[in-house]
Structure formats: C-alpha cells, structure tokens
C-alpha cells in the first residue's frame, strides 16, 4: 500500500495507531498552514513527536498526503458499501 510504513513491523496495532496520529497531525497543519508551509517539523509536534521518529513512518510529506487521500478513500467505500 502506498504510503505505509517504512519500517518493520508496519501493521503492528501500534504503528497503526502512531500513523493515524501522524494523518491526523498533517491533516491539522495542512488545513491551517497549507502544504507548502506545513513542515515536518511542525507535523511532529502536532502530533506529538519527534520528526525523527515520523521518518520512520512515511518518507516525506507526499507520502502522508498520499496516505490522507488512501484513508479517506477506503472510509469513502466503506461506507458507500454499507448503503451510505
């Protein structure tokens, strides 16, 4: 899947939870700085990390919005499918 992670162990429960902290995080940054000016670095500290460990995640900042429109996407079918 596009945009997951980069590490071992990905599709622990943790590192789901630590990447929707992430989208959550870049999706607030993005929203209120826009894309250009949302960093990294400002993305860690929405989300209440290192910018280091966010790395560990996703590559860079296209890999996350790549991950926000997936996410947004599968929830879109899903609900479609049941009978939205």
Avoid: W
Wanted: charged share 25%; hydrophobic share 40%; with cysteine.
């Amino acid at each position: 899947m596009i945009g997951h992670t980069v590490c071992a162990g990905r599709d622990t429960p943790r590192a789901e939870v630590q990447r929707e902290r992430i989208l959550c995080a870049a999706q607030k940054c993005f929203i209120e700085h826009g894309y250009h000016a949302a960093s990294m670095a400002n993305i860690a500290e929405a989300a209440q990390m290192s910018a280091g460990l966010m790395y560990r995640y996703f590559e860079n900042k296209s890999a996350i919005v790549r991950a926000i429109v997936e996410r947004r996407l599968r929830r879109s079918r899903r609900h479609a499918m049941l009978g939205g």
